[in-house]
């Protein structure tokens, strides 16, 4: 009798080791959304708002019924625009236990420099599409098209507005963008290819600092080249820095930018920013009627969010989170909570096609395109963001060694 017992003790043990960590894995009590976000930077005016918006998605999420019961949780942290705070924050979210599956990053540069700890740590990010974050391809994904291809787009748009027969020549398109890794996104030879291939003559290229706020030296070299059209690749003070300062030399610039060119620049530069052209990816906050912007506004409101939280970040933070819980819940049903990991999540982001969180914005995407590729054009009129035109596939300018 015994003997049986320490046999019986003996397998109970056994058993215990080799499904007891399977058992520990079971559905969690929540999934933590690490994010890693400039709050008190260069780029807060667009990006601070994202703390409010993660909060106000996830409480609605969970509201929902989060990912098959288990609630999302965002765990934000501040980088104040420097990439060397960003890393100290992701390798404190990479000893977290237990191990993330996502992380989101907030500014360009980061995603770079990020780029391949995130491969080596098996986890799936988004982030903003600049400089060499997304391609060659890893584990991360644009959070909205690649700026070359919004400015593919912008092209589009001003050949298609152009009468060449009555100009009598191609329209001309200076570029005056910061001097980092975001604003030197749409410095490529494939946009360059595209210009051609439209008929377009880019005519400079200047650079400025993100510090700047006067660009008056700047905007005086491109006027004399008599260009058509000023196209930016930059965010809130730079692009009122270049409104300004045109205004303080009499210039009428006519400018073009892209979905970052948003309500956090309109409400710092005021009627200056009125006749500015976009390529946008994310729905108008001045479409009152949209469903999914009514939704948002009614959470922002009874939220008591600041008029200044009404950006294109707090948006995004949305469409996140919905994303989440879409491609968390998929590969939970693939491959269950045992075996959830980085990796899984990734395989169900490559499987997205036109998903439209809120109908916000559309992500399509696969094991060979991690950026979306779909945008409208829009005027900033009386204070407003208003479309001209419906949505549309943008040009795809990733380089072809990564097609």
């Not at 409480?59 to 890393?87: M, S």
């Not at 599956?101 to 491969?119: K, P």
């Not at 590729?373 to 795809?396: F, H, M, T, V």
Request: include cysteine.
């Amino acid at each position: 009798m015994k003997r049986l017992s320490i046999l019986l003790t003996a397998v109970f043990i056994l058993v215990l080791c080799l499904f007891g960590s399977s058992y520990a894995k079971k559905k969690p009590k929540e999934i933590i959304l690490p994010l890693i976000i400039d709050l008190s930077g260069p780029y807060a005016p667009i990006t601070a708002p994202a703390f409010s918006g993660f909060s106000d998605a996830a409480e609605y999420v969970n509201q929902q019924g989060g990912v098959k019961g288990v609630p999302l949780k965002p765990l934000i942290r501040d980088c104040g625009g420097r990439v060397n705070v960003a890393i100290s924050h992701y390798m404190g979210f990479r000893e977290m236990k237990p191990k993330p599956l996502t992380v989101f990053i907030s500014v360009s540069a980061e995603g770079e420099a990020l780029r391949e700890r995130i491969v080596e740590d098996n986890l799936m990010a988004m982030s903003v599409p600049g400089g060499t974050s997304i391609y060659p391809l890893a584990n991360t994904f644009g959070l909205y098209p690649l700026y070359q291809d919004m400015f593919g787009g912008f092209m589009d748009w001003v050949v298609e507005n152009w009468d060449f027969n009555k100009m009598g020549r191609n329209p001309r398109i200076a570029i005056l963008t910061w001097d980092t890794t975001f604003g030197r996104a749409i410095l490529t030879p494939e946009v360059d290819d595209y210009a051609k291939k439209k008929n377009i003559d880019i005519i400079d290229k200047v650079l400025f600092s993100i510090r700047d706020l006067d660009v008056t030296t700047q905007l005086i070299r491109i006027k004399m080249k008599k260009p058509d059209w000023v196209y930016t690749n930059i965010a809130v003070d730079g692009a009122v820095a270049i409104a300004k300062s045109a205004q303080g030399i009499r210039y009428k610039i006519k400018l073009g930018g892209n979905t970052t060119f948003d309500w956090s620049t309109i409400m710092l530069g005021g009627k200056i920013m009125d006749g500015a052209t976009l390529v946008c990816t994310f729905k108008s906050w001045d479409d009152a009627a949209d469903p999914g912007i009514k939704l948002i506004t009614k959470w922002f409101k009874e939220k008591k969010r600041k008029p200044t939280e009404r950006t294109l970040v707090y948006q995004l933070a949305w469409a996140n989170v919905l994303t989440m819980q879409k491609v968390i819940s998929k590969a939970v049903d693939e491959v269950g909570w045992d075996k959830l990991d980085g990796a899984a999540v990734k395989r169900q982001m490559e499987k997205l096609k036109d998903f439209s969180p809120l109908g916000l914005t559309y992500y399509s995407f696969s094991p060979r395109k991690h950026a979306p590729g779909k945008g409208y054009i829009a005027q900033i009129k009386n204070g407003k963001i208003i479309p001209i035109s419906g949505w549309r596939e943008l040009p795809d300018l990733r380089p072809a060694k990564h097609r």
